[in-house]
């Protein structure tokens, strides 16, 4: 973005247009790469005079002005003085007062009795008193990140990002539908999908419309438009608030409008950090459930809907789909709700309490989680295992009274996975040839062999290697099931004991 004074627009017809830059306009962008790069070691006043001057002999001024900024973001200036500029003005000062300064000849002996306390000479104490201020500092180094072209298209960028600041509405149409939204979501912008005859279009809330956070999200909305820019074939048409009269823009694949190839679209994972937050904690769980990013499109009458997040169950096909509402303006929640009364699927809705919309949520049938600052997983996960009952109920109906097992030894888990249901779910069968050691099923005749190749005495590792030559993982349950514990004697090892 660039800053507003800078903002080149026509509004002819009573419209609203940013003033691109063209091919012609590579020179241009060269000489102001130029000037900076010439003027490494310089300091920033010298630079100022020349950019000045290559305004005056510009067609217009901004254009000089809006170019120079984007190169000064990859510029290093720093201060550079014989003496602390603060510590030579500290002395300056007091030796002023001590000397009564009002000629030169006065200030000049100030100025070698400050020195002379600060063991320097006087022309360098005079050097450094202002070298900290702007238009003294030096440029020391431009990490030019553009040719002149790419100048150019960075510059064309950054004026559309500019004019999209006092936007209150912007509709989009794109070819890429689908990454457009993954940016929108990623970067926290208020949106919503709405079918169209020609087909879907993305529908996001401008900054100028919301109540707070407004140059916040403002610089997240201008950025949407990379991910804009980056598909085949768009058009994006605009509502914007010009000091207080509204006026249309409109943008398509056919202006010069690309992404040079820096700043990525995206450094925000998540909508928010209420949404990583949570992501990172419900996925250090051990749980059936898999979290899934931005899943479906979910209709929505005559919009579409991509919730946050999608639960889907491990052993069935089964998603419950995940809405957190949090920043959102007053008619945003209400066109949420909207959606939310044709949304048929499942779906939990995590409610910002300050929103006061939880119990709009209850009446269409959607289950709401209140939450304050953050989403507590504990919450997510009761509601997920309502599900889960339901789930291990109807896997279990499915199953056999009785089941008899081939394998001798064999793992609950093992059989959940082979049976395709959860382990719940396996739990409520009766095993007739099987005892059941802690996780494990055993038939009685190995356990009956296990109880005469062991002895009490005998070296815990000794009893594991045994135990190993069974497939029998969990020695703790089988060594307890065969009445024998564990003496641990220091560092040494363990010891067989009956119980």
Sequence with gaps: MLTKDLLRVSRRGGGYRPRFADADSEPLAARVLGTYQGHVGEPRQALDDALTALERESEDFKLVRGFAALVERDCAFETRADVDPERARRAAFRAAEDVGVVTEREREAALAQAAERLDTDADALDRSLYADRESRQVLTDVDARWTPAELVAQYNLSLAQTALFDATEVRVRTSDPRGLVSAVKRLGLLYEIVKTDSGREVVLTGPDALFRATRR???????????????????????????????????????????????????VSYDSGVEREFAAAFEGLDLDWTLVREPDLLDAGDRVMIPDFAFEYDHADFRVYFEIMGFWTPEYVEKKLEQLDAVEEELLVAVDESLGAGEDVEVRDHRAIPYTGSVRVKDVVGELRAYEDDLVDA???????????????????????????????????????????????????????????????????DAEAVLDRYGLSDASAVLAELGYRVAWEGLGGGTLREK
Excluded: K
């Design 217 to 267: 999200y403002g610089t997240r909305f201008a950025r949407v438009l990379r991910a804009v820019v980056d598909a085949d074939d768009w058009q994006l048409d605009a509502t914007i608030d010009d000091r207080g009269t509204e006026r249309e823009m409109t943008l398509s694949s056919d202006d010069p409008l690309r992404a040079p190839g820096v700043e990525p679209v995206t450094d």
């Design 395 to 461: 896997a279990a109906a499915e199953l056999p009274d009785e089941l008899r097992p081939d394998a001798d030894v064999l793992t609950l888990s093992a059989l959940a996975d082979e049976r395709g249901v959860s382990e719940d779910a396996i739990e409520r069968v009766v095993f007739p040839d099987h005892e059941r050691v802690g996780r494990t099923l055993v038939r009685p005749r190995v356990l009956d062999e296990l109880a005469n190749d062991l002895d009490a005495g005998m070296a815990f590792s």
